[in-house]
């Protein structure tokens, strides 16, 4: 008499409430590790999620960043520094080069009336808002106009506008920077991003609310004194055509400095990608460790079967020698054991899913479950019922009826 795969769900299922200690005992392995799988998956596609808005806060991915080289210990000949006329040549050498920023950065104490406070103040490009997608929240910013006269001016971060001048209107003021009289034309947007895992401020740009603007010929002509450049930023069009232009720009630089890497030409798709790679080899890492842990837990799985087949031999004599085939005894005992491990994987998901709020507010960062791994998690966990119960139930079918019915 052939059993029915309802039959035998049914029978598992009556199987599983039966034995109710066994079964937690059988499945707490499977719970336990589909739950990792949902939480560290979670975890995982948490941080590229935030590294990634990280990246398209800051200008996207078709923006490149040249900055000095501090691994490499340049000989005393060689300049680590850039020029204005260099940098006139660098620009002029890649036109496909959207939008181009030198800038030269200094600490320095900016004053109004009696109140002082410290803040990086940047000598810039007009371009430096369109590379940063960074816009003003009251006034303009930087023109070409101020760059060509040297213009005595300067745009406000909030957080310097607010410790200068509280709730007043800044915009037509004028300040000191450095023992120079700038007026203020503009105040930037405020820039916010949760700071994930942080302990004390939880915005991750409150350095950027920090800093003030001024042209970059005012900075050289007036400030500094001098053109020495080691940072700059540029956009390619698209991020695409980024690569190629990094590599064409970091053979330029090369160039200008006889070779030796004195600077370092940073694209920010390839990084993207570099941290895409990354995921992919934390992710395998962390499966082949699951996979392992899932093994240990098939094993024990495979040895609790085997002794409930030992208790339940002469229930198969009796099933064998009524009409059952051999193969009906087969696929009884694997349905059962893939039920069991299914129903540990199914309470290892609501349990993975419902602690991703805890653990999230524990680390104070985003855990983003997606759809696919609770299939993931479902199909391990019932590939672990394949595997540990296919030797079992082979064991099972091939038991002599007449043996089977002596058993005691």
């Known amino acids: 008499m052939a059993i029915s795969l309802k039959e035998n769900i049914i029978v598992g299922f009556s199987d599983f409430w039966s034995r109710k200690i066994r079964s937690i005992i059988t499945v707490m392995g499977i719970v336990l590790g589909t739950m990792s799988i949902i939480v560290v998956l979670a975890l995982v596609k948490g941080i590229n999620a935030q590294t990634m808005k990280w990246m398209m806060e800051r200008g996207g991915l078709s923006k490149i960043t040249v900055s000095r080289n501090w691994r490499y210990e340049k000989p005393d000949h060689v300049k680590n520094y850039f020029t204005w006329k260099e940098l006139k040549l660098i620009h002029s050498l890649i036109p496909e080069a959207k939008y181009f920023n030198p800038q030269q950065r200094h600490w320095v104490r900016h004053s109004y009336e009696d109140k002082n406070y410290q803040a990086s103040v940047r000598g810039v490009l007009p371009d430096y808002s369109k590379i940063e997608e960074w816009d003003v929240q009251k006034g303009r910013f930087i023109s070409s106009f101020d760059i060509e006269q040297s213009n005595d001016v300067i745009v406000l971060g909030t957080t310097i506008k607010k410790e200068l001048f509280g709730n007043k209107n800044a915009v037509g003021e004028v300040i000191t920077v450095h023992d120079r ?13 949760k700071n994930s895992g942080a302990i004390g401020n939880d915005n991750a740009f409150s350095y950027l609310n920090r800093r003030s603007f001024t042209p970059l010929t005012t900075m050289i002509h007036k400030g500094s004194g001098n053109d020495n450049i080691s940072t700059f930023t540029l956009k390619a069009h698209d991020a695409e055509s980024a690569p190629a232009l990094r590599e064409k720009l970091s053979n ?27 995921k992919k080899m934390f992710t395998t890492i962390f499966y082949i460790i699951s996979v392992i842990s899932l093994f240990v837990g098939a094993i024990v799985i495979a040895n609790i079967m085997l002794a409930t087949i030992q208790e339940r031999t002469r229930e198969i004599g009796i099933r064998l020698t009524v009409g059952a085939r051999r193969r009906d005894i087969f696929v009884q005992f694997l349905v059962q054991t893939i039920l ?20 999230s507010n524990f680390l104070d960062m985003e855990l983003i479950a997606g759809v696919a791994m609770i299939f993931v998690a479902l199909l391990v966990s019932a590939g672990v019922g394949l595997i540990s119960g296919i030797i079992p139930a082979i064991i099972a079918s091939k038991l002599d009826p007449v043996e089977a019915l002596r058993y005691e």
């Open 181 to 193: 009289r700038l007026k203020v034309i503009g105040i930037m947007d405020f820039r916010y991003m």
């Open 252 to 278: 330029i630089i090369l160039n200008l400095r006889r070779g030796l890497p004195v600077f370092e030409v940073e694209s920010a798709k390839e990084e993207a990608e570099e941290a895409a790679q990354n």
């Open 340 to 359: 069991v491990t299914t129903i540990g994987g199914i309470f290892g998901i609501i349990l993975g899913l419902s602690l991703l709020d805890v653990v």
